[in-house]
């Protein structure tokens, strides 16, 4: 679990991809390497991933192949910066919101607009993915928790303040450039549990039909 305040930028150093699918990417980084050790989860742009490897300076992960279809982790370059930050510990202030790492698909920035001493970011979404999203809501953009400033017909905007503007890989995004996105879990958690409820309704929502009629001896 994590909170979506950024620890540190690190940087890809480099990638090894494996037969068949998944790669291995070997990232340099500074702050979360003083008590990181292997086995440990690193939330790296938003996705949880697991450390396999330590070196001088750098930590290793392994990224199956579902994981590179569903995040923008297949995109990364050599030396390319990513977002880091270390599993949440019990009793740590939680100054995001929860994020679990289960990244749920990508978004788009469309473009970038200053407003004040803040910037709007602009991103388009996938109707899957816009559903769980409300304005004034939390989401992770790249592991970034963010407030959702607005909502559109097929995207939505954040705010970012100079600070997270520079400590994050968002103050230097491109429009056209791909996103994680994690919408807030307890969302899609009480839709699970409304289903059910939902199922037992249908009925009733589809009014007056033709075995409606049949079942109460009107036909």
């Known amino acids: ?3 979506g305040i950024i620890e540190e930028m690190g940087r890809l150093q480099g990638r ?7 790669a291995e990417l070997v990232i340099a980084a500074g702050k979360i390497l003083d008590d990181l050790k292997i086995g440990d989860s690193v939330a790296v742009n938003g996705v949880c991933l697991t450390a396999v490897q330590l070196g001088r300076g750098t930590f290793t992960v392994q990224v199956m192949p579902e994981t590179l279809r569903k995040t923008n982790l297949a995109r990364l370059e050599p030396g390319q910066g990513v977002n880091l930050e270390r599993a949440l510990a019990l009793g740590d202030r939680l100054g995001g919101h929860l ?3 289960h990244v749920d698909g990508t978004g788009t920035l469309v473009r970038r607009a200053k407003e004040g001493n803040a910037e709007l970011l602009y991103f388009r979404a996938p109707p899957e993915i816009l559903r769980y999203i409300i304005a004034k809501g939390s989401i992770a953009v790249d592991g970034v928790s963010l407030t959702v400033a607005a909502l559109q017909e097929d995207g939505f905007s954040v705010s970012l303040i100079p600070h997270t503007a520079a400590v994050t890989t968002l103050g230097y995004k491109k429009p056209g450039d791909a996103v994680n996105l994690e919408t807030d879990l307890i969302g899609k958690y009480v839709e699970k549990l409304l289903q059910p409820y939902h199922a037992a309704a249908e009925p009733e929502r589809q009014g007056i039909t033709t075995a409606f009629l049949q079942e109460h001896g009107f036909i």
């Open 1 to 3: 679990m994590f909170t």
């Open 16 to 22: 090894q991809g494996f037969p068949g699918g998944g």
């Open 99 to 101: 994020v679990s790492g």
